[in-house]
């Protein structure tokens, strides 16, 4: 099942890339530049995706706090990890496209600070659950930081509006291609965080298995 | 005498103030407690002996309802101590090797403080005779963190029986205490027991744990492999090695 | 209802009746409030930046760091003599216990602005704001919004294996930096001298930021509440 999937998430991935740096290629609103401007097929997938990791953060909290089962921590912590991971591509994709841009490798602005704000966050709960030994204590108090956080990342979003911005507001898309190609881009980052937090939890529940950590 | 390995059960078992059934503890790879039962009757005083890091204190704190089992309930007068804890809690006094209490208030400050949360109705009156029972009535208001060790340890008495509770779980209480804090823990206990109070405590010093207990039990990887009454052992044999008397079964 | 006030009442006079004899949190925070704005008076002086954009900055960092310091701090006082326990075993609701711990928290920091915002303004050399009632307020909202989230982490301190409870304030600190972000774009609402004239100007309303913020306050101390039963049991 897992190799179907990591096969489906690879073709995926060729073909959204190669629509991306052909049939889809992307003219931003504002300027007319040579191919950082495909950013956006990586950048706002990984935005999408590292949201999505929060989101199943907040499930597998709620669920570990309710059923009390190893398995939703080990969920919680993957899928953690895999938000770190899309945050990281968006922060540096973002970076990469604002240079040539604006010339700037980074500017204070509100989405570009919401978007470092949940990196941060990414690391404090590893940071966190590095922190605690006890297992059964780790799995809870990460459950409940994975909740917060998640109440946290609306916020993020909504403080980015009481703002002026300088990031681009909007990506203009004028074909069926480039919408295409853009979908397939965030379908297949998707599945890719999807294997990504399946992988992990495998890893942390054969680790938790050997181990003996709960009887 | 009992024979080897026989555990045997208090008599009142159909109206046990502490049932422990089937409680399994494990910390990482160490299971330390495996499977125990322990069902203790009203007014009897019961000492728990292991050897350091066996896990005396560990089944305290789940008695307790500190600690979380892996397996197992604990029942406190009837009440599941996990999913009553609004019942069982009042009924408990827990005495462990820390105090317990607030360094930077004053006696009489500590108690009315555990008074009021335990809403203690007859608080002031409950809190002098309380003070005056321990000996601490002329420290009263004195500062928590500048009273000695035994000072401290009677006002951890003092703020374990403040609600009135029906079952005292002291976990090592005679640790550092001199010869006169000792002899007046084991007063304060057996004048507990009196008054229709039921005790479980651990203890390293097997002299004071036969003297102020009725009951003995010694915990050893992860079982209990003795529990007998103490009129029942040979008490000589026991406190010279408690941990061999209790493996030869004898 | 009579119960929770009583509860509540008994753990908040005890907190702060423990912190003005121990004297241990505020002092400490005021000190670091006083120090974080010295030093960036000394460095806008150094670097030639306009001070009303420093004293914005100031104002922002030492709340910020001094309101993770009060929130690490308050659970110090149920570690020593492992007094948390004691209070876990009362028949006292663990959400009447956050509730408390969180008021104590509040107030510790409003003694702290109440100190530290004529430092800024002295340091700074700024005229008193006109809607000083509104900056009041606000402030008050900040410090609801920072210690519903410090007072819910703090009791993991008890836990942690590291000695460094700078873990604590790494980690509250992303959650924590929405509610300080708001507070200065409200400055910038509010008091024409005390905010900043860089690039990061506040075009919304003053209400809907306000209304923001105490959104902020409802959701994370409900949250707080709900949740704090989790954190501090073992």
Partial sequence: MRRILLLITFALSL?????AFTVGQVVPVEKNITFEKNIVYVHVPSAICSILCFLVLLVAGISYLVTNKPIWDYIGAASAEAALVFSTVLNAAGSIFSRPFWNTWWTPSPRLISSAILWFLCVAYLILRANIQNPRYRARICAVFGIIAFLDVPIIFITARLMTDQHIANVEFESACQRASFGLSILSVALLAAL????????????AIFEKEFT | MSTMGEIRKDNGTANAVISISGVSKAFSTRLVLNNIDLEIGGTHSVCLFGVNGVGKSTLLRIAAGLLQPDKGVVRICGHDIGREPEKAGPQL??????????PNLTAIENLSFFANLYGVKDGTTRIDKLLNDVGLFSYRFDRAGTLSRGLLQRLAIARALVHRPSVLLADEPFTSLDGEACRHLILVLSDFVKNNGTILMTAHDTKVGLKCCDRVIVLDNGTLILDEMTSDIDIDGFAQDYLSYARAGN | MNYFLLNFKAIFVKDIVTELRAKQVLPTMIVLGMLIVWILRIVSEAASIERTVMASAALWIAFLFAGLLVQERSFAVEQQQDCINALLLTPVDVGTIFLSKLFVN???????????????????????????????????????GISSIGTLFSATVQFSSSLLSIIVLVVLMPMMIPATFTLLLIFGAVPKELTGTGALAFVGDFNTAVGYLIAFD???????????????QE
């Fill in chain 1, 196 to 207: 990504l937090i399946w992988l992990k939890t495998d890893i942390l529940k054969s680790k």
């Fill in chain 3, 106 to 144: 509040v107030v510790m920091l409003c003694i702290f602005e109440i100190i530290i915002v004529p430092v800024v303004l002295f340091s700074f050399q700024l005229s008193i704001p006109d809607r000083w009632p509104a900056l009041i307020g606000v402030l008050l909202l900040g410090n609801i």
């Fill in chain 1, 15 to 19: 073909v959204s890339t190669w629509m």
């Fill in chain 2, 93 to 102: 006094g827990v005495i462990s090797h820390k105090s317990m209490v607030y």
């Fill in chain 3, 218 to 232: 409802v959701v994370f101390t409900a949250a707080g509440w709900l949740l704090f039963g989790f954190v501090v």
